[in-house]
């Protein structure tokens, strides 16, 4: 779903999925109605047609809510916090290596030509 919809405080009638679901709240930022029922998706639009102070409402929160979670500020911290914990990561993964290849190196120089031990 395009955030920008909300940015610019238009009140969002969608289909009940996964992905609308983790972003919209049925009746409190937007509206949501089943996808095989297109019954449910006329009525809530006339909901909102006939509702003013509804359309008003929910336009509002919707934004506050885009505000709050995917405002840049939000968003390049968010990216932030992820880039360090990838390189956290990367410095695990290569601390892991070496301890790797000095153990190789120390059974490495303990066995002979032919792989017996010394």
């Known amino acids: 779903m395009k955030y920008t919809s909300i940015e610019a405080g238009q009140m969002i009638i969608a289909s009940r999925n996964d992905s609308h679901t983790s972003l919209l709240i049925d009746g409190m930022n937007g509206l949501l109605a089943n996808p095989e029922n297109t019954g449910e998706l006329a009525g809530r639009m006339l909901q909102v047609i006939n509702d003013r102070k509804l359309r008003s409402r929910l336009s509002k929160s919707a934004r506050h809510l885009?505000?709050?979670?995917?405002?840049?500020?939000?968003?390049?911290?968010?990216?932030?916090?992820?880039?360090?914990?990838?390189?956290?990561?990367?410095?695990?993964?290569?601390?892991w290596r070496l301890r790797r290849q000095r153990t190789t190196v120390r059974v490495g120089t303990i066995m002979s030509s032919s792989g017996n031990l010394l």
């Open 66 to 95: 885009c505000e709050k979670k995917f405002s840049n500020a939000v968003v390049a911290g968010r990216l932030e916090e992820l880039y360090l914990k990838v390189i956290a990561k990367d410095d695990l993964l290569d601390q």
